[in-house]
Nanobody
Framework: QVQLVESGGGLVQAGGSLRLSCAAS????????MGWFRQAPGKEREFVAG????????VYADSVEGRFTISRDNAKNTVYLQMNRMKPEDTAVYYC?????????????????WGQGTQVTVSS
């Protein structure tokens, strides 16, 4: 069982930056592929970024490539999402998710555990 708690959301102006954190419980954090997803009002949940449990490979949605960076610190059981040059269309609730020893990144149904989400609002 893994519990995930996101933090770092808030209000930012367009062009600004935020860093989200997701703290995980449990002793096997390093065995989980971690992902960030987001859901805007009236829209489906969409993949944002993922980082592999092995080798540290990272994958990004086209809409955030070059602006967002996902990273993990296994010693702290934490995954981060650094968001730069933010746009109003980045406004959403952001969720982190954990997927045990998987090489699947972008499919929400493949993730085993989810956090409660943190609101990110980008003003124009």
């Amino acid at each position: 069982q893994v519990q995930l708690v996101e933090s770092g959301g808030g209000l930012v102006q367009a062009g600004g930056s935020l860093r989200l954190s997701c703290a995980a419980s449990g002793r096997t954090f390093s065995s989980y592929t971690m992902g960030w997803f987001r859901q805007a009002p009236g829209k489906e949940r969409e993949f944002v970024a993922g980082v592999s449990w092995i080798g540290g490979r990272t994958v990004y949605a086209d809409s955030v490539e070059g602006r967002f960076t996902i990273s993990r610190d296994n010693a702290k059981n934490t995954v981060y999402l650094q968001m730069n040059r933010m746009k109003p269309e980045d406004t959403a609730v952001y969720y982190c998710a954990a997927n045990y020893r998987s090489l699947t990144y972008s499919t929400a149904t493949g993730y085993d555990y989810w956090g409660q989400g943190t609101q990110v609002t980008v003003s124009s």
